[in-house]
């Protein structure tokens, strides 16, 4: 007959094969019948093995840095936009594959709340992907030199929502508007997108070069999309000025 631990082992319990001698001692301790306890470890294991899939769906997604919408100000925004956030963060957008765009300069927040939506996703089940712009054209040209096109695209398929940063802060050349173009237009009504950019939609064209082609993608990204307009003073200024300011009076 196996072990606890090489039965646990066996089954993939992995909870159960780290901690059953003291889970057995606290159950014992507690009086607990045999349906009770082994309810408990049910649900310990269980949320033991949500964890890990949240943790493994965060590392999956390759965020450039862990950022929460719980640490996010909205307060330094108006109500408009403080209202189309409240609504992202339900993540409905996300079950109506819907698209969400962030315009607004550097330091307004916009990477922040993405990540923040994208780790949020990441606990609610959903699979993820965040990636900068120019990184992204350059990964798309290296599958088609290498004939992976094909399975790059299926690979993004399987991604619930793709964050795509710092759209229009380098512009690319006709093969690699082409290849986002493509890439964009696939995705519609099969998976959301999130796209941060500091351009407003009639500068596009500054990125992609072709007008024809950066109307016929706008057209398609803003169709049944959230846009939030975040320009105005810095919000990283605004923490760093609340930082400061919280130093200076503990000086006092």
């Not at 619930?160 to 710092?166: G, V």
């Amino acid at each position: 007959m196996l072990t606890i631990t090489e039965a646990a082992n066996e089954l993939k319990l992995s909870f159960l094969k780290e901690n059953h001698p003291h889970l057995m001692a606290e159950y014992q301790a507690r009086g607990l019948t045999f349906e009770e306890a082994l309810l408990e470890w049910i649900n310990e294991e269980v949320q033991h093995r949500r964890n890990r899939s949240h943790q493994r769906r965060i590392k999956q997604a390759k965020f450039s840095q862990k950022k929460y919408l719980v640490d996010f100000d909205d307060q330094v925004f108006n109500e408009p936009v403080r209202k189309e956030l409240r609504s992202l963060k339900t993540l409905q957008f996300i079950q109506n594959k819907e698209n969400a765009i962030f315009i607004g300069n550097p330091g307004t927040g916009k990477t922040h709340f993405s990540i923040g939506l994208g780790i949020e996703a990441c606990l609610q089940g959903y699979n993820v992907l965040f990636i900068n712009a120019p990184n992204l054209v350059i990964q798309m040209k290296e599958a088609v030199t290498q004939s992976q096109f094909y399975r790059f695209k299926q690979r993004l398929q399987r991604i619930d929502l793709l964050i795509i940063d710092e759209l229009g802060y380098l512009s690319f050349d006709a093969s690699g508007a082409e290849l986002i173009f493509n890439l964009l237009s696939n995705r519609i009504g099969e998976g959301s997108v999130i796209i941060t950019t500091n351009l407003t939609f009639d500068r596009w064209q500054d990125c992609f070069k072709d007008p024809t082609l950066t109307g016929a993608l706008v057209d398609r990204l803003v169709y049944k999309a959230h846009v939030v307009d975040m320009r105005g003073e810095s919000y990283r200024m605004k923490q760093t000025s609340h930082w400061k300011n919280t130093l200076q009076e503990g000086e006092e």
